[in-house]
Nanobody, 122 residues
């Protein structure tokens, strides 16, 4: 059973928007910083964004997505969101939600979901 579940991907035209979701078990959501990575043929693995664990709201972004993407979370739903605006063809990738053991508040798990595909094309 995959503990992280992503959704929200799809096909969108350049300039469009999508919102990705990642749902995690509460014990992971409360203790682990939540990261978004993406993977494509051109970029085997690229870190996109992160939000701090539990009730923290510290966020960070890759330069390539800064000012276009926004990460947030709903603590009541143990869900992290990635709002993606002004999408470009180079944003096309499989997007994964991940945790890294040691990154957070006593986070002991390095886990990744199955991913959700984002395709930006006219």
């Amino acid at each position: 059973q995959v503990p992280l579940v992503e959704s929200g991907g799809g096909l969108v035209q350049p300039g469009g928007s999508l919102r990705l979701s990642c749902t995690a078990p509460g014990f992971i959501f409360n203790r682990c910083n939540m990261h978004w990575y993406r993977q494509s043929a051109e970029n085997p693995r690229e870190w996109v964004s992160m939000i701090s664990a539990g009730y923290g709201e510290w966020t960070d972004y890759a330069e390539s997505v800064k000012d276009r993407f926004t990460i947030s979370k709903d603590k009541g739903k143990d869900t992290v969101y990635l709002q993606m605006n002004s999408l470009k063809p180079e944003d096309t990738a499989m997007y994964f939600c991940e945790t890294i053991a040691g990154a957070g508040d006593n986070c002991a798990w390095s886990v990744r979901g199955r991913g959700t595909q984002v395709t930006v094309s006219s």
